[in-house]
């Protein structure tokens, strides 16, 4: 990996953090994008990060899995997968965190509301040992396109139920952008089918410890005539969810990062470019 196209601002004073040693898994559920998922997967490349890219299509039928086969052979995909029918994108995210074998992994929308390039922002956190979790927040001052006035105070309720639960203070829980350690990450007992895996995701991150950071990203979201899915009753869907994950069900264990990062192991401090050899 060039680590000259890492930005700036985290090159420096993190030059020593290991951006040549980490592997980010890239988990993208897919249904019914074929409007946007060949652009979607081209962006996710042009990440100067070493990425296992894992596409979860989840039942589409105007045309996403048709596409997604050369999108593989062509080499922007490492791992695909077709869910018979559709499931949900929680059933979606499972299945692909389940095929992770990354050091971090990061879910990605299938359209194009999120921009990729700001993985590196993300992951520095992680990388620098001061988290375990990123969310990326919508509202935190980053670019964004302004939409619906309701779906904003809908998204800030819902945060606020959420953080009285697990005692958090985000801004943003209902985010796409969740970069979680892999081992964390898939100790988590996860079971929701649909959208309600983000506030689940966001209970279990809290019932285990994890460390959470919040940063600002860019949004860029879509009109329904555009493609967007989430509705009113995906959003009264989550307030139960938001009772069920926190109140209900298995927990998750407590959490303690390993004193050595995978990427720190000696393996990999071995293998990467620089190091001298034997």
Known sequence: MDTSRIPAALRSPQQSLAWNRVVLSVVIPAYNEAATIEALLRRVREVPLTLE????????????????????DEGFIDVLVFHDRNRGKGAALRTGFGH?????????????????????LLLEPI???????????????GPHRVLFFWHSIGNRLLTLLSNMFTDLNL??????YKMVRRELLQSLPLSAERFGIEPELTARLAQAGARIYELP????????AEGKKIGWKDGVSALWSIVRYNLFGARARPW?????????APERLADAPGAPSA
Do not use: N
Request: aromatic share 8%; net charge negative; with cysteine.
């Open 100 to 120: 992770a074998t990354g050091d971090v992994i990061v879910v990605q929308d299938a359209d194009l509301e999120y921009d990729p390039l700001e993985f590196p």
């Open 217 to 224: 990203i860019s949004y860029h979201g879509r009109l329904y």
């Open 171 to 176: 801004t943003d829980m209902e985010t796409c």
């Open 256 to 264: 303690a990062p390993p004193r050595v990062p995978a990427w720190d």
């Open 127 to 141: 990388l620098a040992g001061k988290a375990d979790a990123v969310f990326g927040s919508r509202f935190l001052g």
């Open 53 to 72: 890219v894992i596409v979860v299509d989840d039942g589409s039928s105007d045309g996403t899995r048709d596409v997604l086969p050369r999108l593989r």
